[in-house]
């Protein structure tokens, strides 16, 4: 408990990690609070106040068919949540288990688990999705079962190396002269050494979540019509962008803001919770901070962290 | 070297079969009755039949699996289920849409993520992190919201500064080399725009290390400043790593495509791919996506043995 806290602590220390649990409070809040209320209700038109502007009435406007577009908004952050939450726990569930399979397993299966991985790693997002919509029609479910395998595979590779790390560990070897038992390793030594590490991948798989909904959506292959989503809100504007171009800036705006805000959450889970980038913030060595950087800027699309430089520190004396 | 080059063409050739064999479950097997899924719910069962004789479908699915294959190895990618077509014609057409978009993007993000991300690594106290944290934003915001905000700036007919045809593409492709021009230009500065912010904080790190490196604060203490240090030694591996990481953008590449082509109205893959989708045109759709995937898996393989020819340290560990 008290890891818990020290962790969140050191969380709340950064700017990135302020405005990560911010958004992410902001968004649950909205979409809680849309259960309940909002300020009009989401099936109420009228076509007399289409393409309102923003005003006491109408917070952020009216759309087409006289919609109160705050509303909508607010309630959009519901199936946000949704999908980020069902995506988030698919991607756990994949990547542990292949992560597992490629690390606890005889030699050969680890192997061949750990191939299969670095091969599907390159598969984007959207094509698992266009190839779920294809065969069981365009839901929701496509939207989080395609980031949650995508990012699945992610997972898994940046998680594997890290149980095979603690695996060989000395650590593990004296527990386990010490008689410590399968399920005492794993809960004493497994769960703390990779918990950090999954925390931050799941919630980039959060923050991919929002973006793939929303362009899924507006493909028309994620929320059915009638549903309350972002993505769906921005392509129900968008023909009108000549004329209307502040009902298109809203969803646009509140996606991105998600978006950024799940994003800023994970680089500054990544640096609260790894104890080695805690300290280099403080000595402020650039390089220690670098290869976090490197592995947030591969977010949106992978995990996979920069390729390494091996052993950059001999050729380079030579060639200097 | 040679054993490097075969390993990795096995490695390729791996890929290429797990994707076909996972495309293949995925739209063949998973949904039972793939006539039923093709037909929908109101064919008659003559209908079904013929589908399911058009498909082969009689046979069982590893010898349909194999003669998938076995046309895919002819480039023999099938016909279209709806318009009878065949596939691989329309795919090359659609490409040259597309291929030009995805160029035309990653030229875009090259152009704006090496020269900021070396300069944010560089200044990184004297404002270098600001373009950091832009790039952060920038990285956030949906291809679609940034493709609609670009037709708002600049947008024929829509825009601030009424400059680039916004729907569509000349009806006769690459015939008007400079009108088909301008219909990208705005896709690909969608593109090109969101995947460089991704590119920039690569650039960014790696110039970061690279500035760490001892053999930069030899040079730089024998005279050179750092920035010249950084030019002449730490580049050549900055750009190394550079390279790998253009790879991992294809990916991202391609889905922007498939959201900008939709934006855009351009006749694309990404766009045939999005119709096929609600066509249920599965024969189509499998080839699409096996095709968009090839893209991925053999740009990964040709980054991997350019970076390992180009690296003299993998050269020789390798050799």
């Given amino acids: 408990m008290s890891a818990v806290g020290g962790a969140l602590r050191e969380l709340l220390r950064r700017p990135g990690g302020v405005i990560g649990v911010a958004v992410v409070v902001l968004l649950v809040a909205s979409a809680a609070l849309s259960l309940v209320w909002t300020p009009w209700p989401l099936l109420h038109t009228d076509i007399a106040e289409r393409w309102q502007g923003p005003s006491a009435r109408h917070w952020l406007g009216t759309d087409q068919t006289g919609r109160d577009l705050f509303s909508w908004l607010l309630a959009g952050a519901r199936t946000t949540v949704l999908v980020a939450v069902g995506a988030t726990l698919v991607a756990g569930l994949v990547g542990v288990s292949l992560a597992a399979l490629g690390s606890l397993t005889p030699r050969g299966v680890r192997e061949a688990v750990t191939v299969l991985v670095d091969l599907a790693i390159a598969f984007p997002v959207l094509l698992i999705a266009m190839l779920l919509a294809a065969t069981i029609g365009g839901s929701l479910t496509v939207v989080v079962l395609a980031v949650g395998i995508g990012f699945g595979f992610s997972v898994a590779r940046v998680t594997r190396p890290e149980i095979r790390r603690v695996q060989r560990s000395d650590y593990v070897l004296a527990a386990r002269a010490a008689g410590v038992g399968r399920v005492g390793m794993v809960v004493q030594h497994l769960v703390p050494n990779v918990g950090p590490t999954l925390v931050v991948q799941l919630s980039l798989a959060a923050s991919v979540s929002v973006l793939a909904e929303a362009g899924l959506s507006y493909l028309g292959y994620g929320a059915p019509s009638g549903t309350p989503s972002w993505g769906r809100l921005l392509s129900a504007t968008q023909g009108y962008i000549a004329t209307q171009p502040l009902a298109v800036l809203w969803p646009g705006l509140t996606i991105s803001i998600a978006t950024l805000g799940l994003t800023l959450l994970g680089d500054a889970l990544r640096e609260a919770l790894d104890p080695r980038l805690r300290r280099s913030r403080a000595a402020s060595i650039p390089t220690e901070a670098a290869p976090g950087a490197a592995a947030d800027a591969a977010g949106a699309d992978s995990s996979t962290p920069a390729p390494a430089t091996p052993s950059s520190t001999v050729v380079g004396e030579a060639r200097a | ?319």
């Fill in chain 2, 1 to 319: 070297m040679l054993r490097f080059l075969i390993g990795r063409l096995g490695l390729l050739v791996a890929g290429l079969l797990l994707a076909s064999v996972l495309v293949f479950l995925v739209l063949r097997v998973l949904p039972g009755d793939v006539a039923q899924v093709i037909g929908g719910t109101n064919a008659t069962p003559a209908q079904i039949a013929a589908i399911r004789e058009s498909l082969g479908l009689d046979a069982g699915p590893v010898s349909q699996y194999l003669s998938w294959l076995a046309g895919l190895v002819r480039f023999d990618l099938g016909d279209s289920l709806i318009t009878g077509t065949p596939v691989g014609e329309e795919l090359g057409q659609k490409f040259q849409v597309t291929l030009p978009l995805t160029l035309l993007a990653l030229v875009v993000g090259l152009v704006i993520a090496l020269p900021l991300g070396v300069l944010s690594a560089v200044r990184a106290e004297r404002g270098g992190g600001a373009i950091n944290v832009a790039a952060q934003a920038l990285a956030a915001v949906p291809a679609l919201w940034a493709g609609l905000l670009l037709i708002l700036l600049l947008g024929r007919g829509v825009g601030l500064v009424p400059l680039l045809p916004t729907q569509g593409f000349p009806r006769d492709g690459w015939a008007d080399p400079s009108a088909a021009l301008a219909a990208l230009v705005l896709p690909a500065l969608t593109i090109g725009v969101i995947e460089g912010a991704v590119l920039l904080r690569f650039v960014r790190s790696a110039t970061l290390e690279a500035l760490a490196q001892d053999y930069v604060r030899t040079a730089a203490a024998k005279g050179l400043t750092r920035t010249r240090a950084l030019l002449t030694h730490g580049l050549p591996n900055v750009g190394l790593s550079i390279i790998s990481v253009t790879a991992l953008t294809v990916a991202g590449l391609i889905t922007g495509a498939v959201l900008v082509e939709s934006l855009f109205n351009l006749p694309g893959v990404g766009r045939m791919l999005v119709s096929d989708v609600g066509n249920r045109d599965l024969v189509k759709v499998q080839s699409e996506i096996l095709f968009l995937t090839a893209i991925v898996l053999v740009i990964g393989a040709v980054v991997d043995v350019v970076h390992r020819v180009l690296d003299p340290r993998l050269r020789e560990a390798g050799a």
